[in-house]
């Protein structure tokens, strides 16, 4: 059984700083890629940020600059340092992962994280 599990959401006043994280747990072999998506309040789901096999990342255009994904690789845990967060960053946040397990690849979602940015 594989899982993803996130954390590090919360309340954060405008200007600050929040990090998440995402632990994929189970009979893994190898991630394909491994980020976070968003979905706020009456919008649709959307990428934030992606790690993809071979160090590569790819950013929202709303997040560059703020917002940065990294892998630790003793660990199957990706995390999004996020900083200078804006109300308009609000939603849950979710992390999405194609992993290589024992019976193929697959797409894989954790249950999500709130992230609130008001003062």
């Known amino acids: 059984q594989v899982q993803l599990v996130e954390s590090g959401g919360g309340l954060v006043q405008p200007g600050g700083s929040l990090r998440l994280s995402c632990v994929a747990s189970?009979?893994?072999?190898?991630?394909?890629?491994m980020g976070w998506y968003r979905q706020a309040e009456g919008k649709e789901r959307e990428l934030v940020a992606m790690?993809?096999?071979?160090?590569?990342?790819t950013y929202a255009d709303s997040v560059k600059g703020r917002f940065t994904i990294s892998r630790d690789y003793t660990e199957d845990t990706v995390y999004l340092q996020m900083n200078s967060l804006k109300p308009e960053d609000t939603a849950v946040y979710y992390c999405?992962?194609?992993?290589?397990?024992?019976?193929?690849?697959?797409?894989?979602w954790g249950q999500g994280t709130q992230v609130t940015v008001s003062s």
């Open positions: 999405n992962a194609d992993l290589s397990t024992t019976w193929g690849s697959w797409g894989y």
């Open positions: 189970g009979s893994i072999r190898g991630i394909n890629s």
């Open positions: 790690w993809i096999s071979g160090s590569r990342t």
